[in-house]
């Protein structure tokens, strides 16, 4: 498996290694060793861990002699603006679809945060009303793709459904072994990797990753911040077998190994609740890490609430940061309320 990337076309669109750093204050505080590892920084247009998943889609389409993008996401999607910044960077056309995911959202939501930066990056677009309709989400993306297939245009659809091979996994694949490359020199084994699960392919991509290059030892556990546990624990199963396909291994991940917890997901995908608001507000005033208010928010807030209650974490506990900080501001008016009341 040493030079399996080679098999599979890519771009390079991230800063790599990104850092793994202790959190000394927040370790401190809440009584057990904590480190992050930094894949807000991974350099494209705000970061995020969408940059590493993005080199392989955009590979593939560049191989393909696409010259225009297609993605579709909620209206504060960081999969959409790093898309956005992604095709900028390659010279090539964007055209995003936003869904309407979150309700009873007000102007800043829609028109701030990730919404603006998909207008400065110059995408073009569309919106779909549905917001958990991946599937028709997926055909209204093949129908743009069409109208420009008919306009002399060589369109690239990166899709949201499961029956699609898993391009953007591979970036976590390789981000599992960087990071065991990292822990290993600094002397760190056998912990926990607690990160936000949503799409399932940077919680998958890990769980591969950390089986095929030797990080058994790490245990995983995924915050889900779209679905519910076990809905989501299907999800993830689903994608390290589609992983192992496009890997051509047999899949590495027992079932076991898949966990997830959902206990700040409600009230839903990208809708605040109290725990996330303070998971915000400690990591920022603790360790001067913003968070955002959709996956990092309450996967810290997950995270924070497993250890006040004293569940037995293993040690150190590496918490994925991935990013997606221009969010924050689609969320400003309530955030601005939570922090000055």
Not at 40 to 53: E, M, S, V
Not at 94 to 99: A, K, N
Not at 272 to 299: C, S, W
Request: net charge negative.
């Amino acid at each position: 498996m040493s030079h399996w990337s080679a098999r599979f076309p890519r771009v390079p669109l991230c800063h790599r290694p990104t850092p793994l750093e202790p959190a000394p204050n927040l370790s401190e505080t809440l009584g057990t060793p904590l480190w992050i590892k930094r894949d807000d920084c991974t350099g494209l247009a705000f970061g995020g861990n969408k940059a590493r998943q993005l080199e392989w889609y955009l590979g593939d389409a560049r191989a393909r002699g696409a010259d225009t993008i297609l993605i579709t996401g909620a209206v504060q999607s960081n999969y959409v603006r790093s898309a956005a910044a992604a095709a900028a960077k390659l010279g090539l056309a964007i055209c995003v679809q936003l869904e309407e995911r979150v309700p009873n959202t007000d102007q800043a939501y829609q028109s701030s945060g990730n919404a603006l930066l998909n207008q400065l990056l110059g995408a073009v677009v569309r919106s779909y009303p549905e917001g958990e309709d991946e599937a028709g989400a997926d055909q209204a993306l093949d129908a743009w793709a069409d109208e420009l297939r008919r306009e002399g245009r060589s369109p690239y659809v990166i899709h949201l459904g499961t029956e699609h091979p898993p391009l953007g996994a591979l970036g976590y694949v390789e981000a599992a072994e960087e990071f065991l490359a990292q822990a290993a020199a600094l002397g760190l084994s056998g912990g926990t990797i607690w990160l936000p699960s949503g799409s399932s392919h940077t919680h998958a991509g890990v769980l591969v990753g950390l089986a095929l290059f030797g990080g058994s030892d790490w245990q995983v556990t995924g915050a889900c911040v779209r679905r519910d546990a076990p809905t989501q624990t299907e999800r993830v199963l689903a994608t390290t077998e589609r992983l192992a396909r496009l890997l051509d291994v047999p899949n590495p991940v027992a079932p076991q190994r898949v966990r997830l917890v959902d206990d700040t997901l409600a009230p839903g995908y990208g809708r605040l609740n109290p725990e996330t608001l303070d998971a915000m507000r400690l990591f920022a005033q603790k360790e001067g890490l913003i968070l955002d208010p959709v996956y990092t928010g309450k996967a810290a807030a997950a995270l924070v609430g497993r250890i006040r209650a004293q569940e037995a974490l293993a040690a150190p506990v590496v918490f994925l940061h991935t990013g997606g900080t221009p969010a924050l501001f689609g969320y400003s008016d309530a955030l601005f309320s939570f922090l000055t009341d």
